[in-house]
Every structure is written in C-alpha cells, then in structure tokens.
C-alpha cells in the first residue's frame, strides 16, 4: 500500500517535470523569438538616414532645415515610436510604437519612413 502510494507520487512527480520542461522550452522560443536583434531604420526623403539598434534606448532628433522637418523618434524598451512632429496630420504621432520586423510608421508630410528590420543581412537584396 505504501509503495503504491509512493509510486503515485513519482507519476505525479514525473508529470510536474515534463510540464515544466514543457513550459521551458516554449518560454525558451518565445525569448528568444522577442529578443531577435531588430535595427530600427529611418529614411528620410527616402534615404537611409539613421540605422538604430532596436534595443538600445535612444531619442533621435530629426532636425532638417532643408526638409523643414521637426521629427522626434523615440527607440525605448524595444519599441519605435514618432513622439514629436511638425506634421499638420500628426498621424505618426497617433501611430502606435513599433516592435516587431516588418513594422513602419510613415510620416508623409515629411517624407519620413521609421522601419523595424531583422538585424539578419539578406543574402539575395
Ligand atoms: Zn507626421
């Protein structure tokens, strides 16, 4: 009876490892799909102008008087977002931040395009 009740517990034991592995493995993909190294690219007019690190923090000043633009772009906690602009539309102020690959936020007035890349160099482009 004893030993039932021991091997009881052991099957239990053993189910409570395998879903904690479980749960290691996805949180080891889910980190490591979240911390894949993403630069954070801002064209002006449509050249490269800044290329940032999307997990360095930076605040980047879009000051260009030949543009006449007045642009703010914030990169904080793995997130890109336009905090500041002279645009009349402000649409890339609403714009929500950015996080992921693939996203952009668009300044049209000023011609500005902030757009998240993987750091991964494209071997075809
Ligand atoms: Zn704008």
Redo the contacts with the bound molecule.
């Keep these: 009876m004893k030993n039932k009740l021991f091997k009881d517990i052991f099957k239990k034991g053993d189910i409570l490892i395998a879903v904690v592995l479980i749960v290691a493995v996805v949180l080891t993909a889910v980190f490591a799909t979240r911390t894949e190294e993403s630069f954070v690219e801002i064209y002006v007019d449509g050249h490269l102008a800044y290329q940032l690190d999307l997990d360095a923090d930076i605040v980047v000043d879009l000051a260009d008087t030949i543009h006449k633009i007045d642009?703010v772009v914030e990169v904080k906690d793995g997130m890109v977002k336009?905090t500041e602009?002279n645009?009349p539309?402000?649409?890339?102020?609403h714009s929500s931040a950015v996080s992921s690959a693939g996203g952009m936020i668009i300044?049209?007035?000023?011609k500005?395009v902030v757009k998240v890349t993987p750091k991964e160099v494209d071997a075809i482009s």
Aim: hydrophobic residues 45%; contains cysteine; neutral net charge.
């Design positions: 642009l336009v602009s645009c539309d402000k649409l890339c102020v300044c049209l007035p000023n500005v």
